[in-house]
């Protein structure tokens, strides 16, 4: 009987710890997707050269009256991008949004592009938290966070990475 109980908490412990380990690789693809091409307009600008299109959306501040909030989307072959530039007097702060990717070219965290099937998806992230009603796109969150992988058959055609936006 105590062997059978010792069994089955190890049989738990690594359900525990697989689960983390799927939260953890989740957690770094979402963290480093959002981060993989700079976390300024600037350095996404300096990283990958000039986009095809740039615009900008002003928004009220959220926390300052009279002042300035603003997304900037950069559009790419394969590839769009928005920065979040938050106004908070001296500490103001600037960081990736979204991270849009349907270039097979562009080589993402974990060796998830696009072409990746969904079996690869699922070994490296796990069961999805969600399933999309619309599209069927796989959706996963660490935090405030999330990735969608999208499919057209067995195969990644579009990968969505969001950023936190208070």
Known sequence: MKRMGAICLGVLALYVLSAGAQEDATCRFIRESLSLFGQTKA???AFL?????ITTEKMASMWYEGRVDVITSL??????????YLYQGENSIEYP???DVTGESIEMPLGLGIG??????RAVMGEPAAISDEDGSWLYG?????VS??????????????????
Not at 142 to 146: I, P, Q, Y
Not at 153 to 161: E, K, L, M, Q
């Open 43 to 45: 350095e996404m600008i």
């Open 49 to 53: 050269g000039e986009p095809e299109q």
């Open 75 to 84: 559009q790419y072959p394969g590839l769009y991008l928005e920065t979040l």
């Open 97 to 99: 949004l979204t991270v």
């Open 116 to 121: 990746a099937t969904r079996d690869r998806v």
């Open 142 to 146: 660490c935090d405030m966070e999330e």
């Open 149 to 166: 992988f999208h499919f057209s058959g067995d195969r990644v055609d579009r990968i969505v990475c969001r950023g936190y936006f208070p």
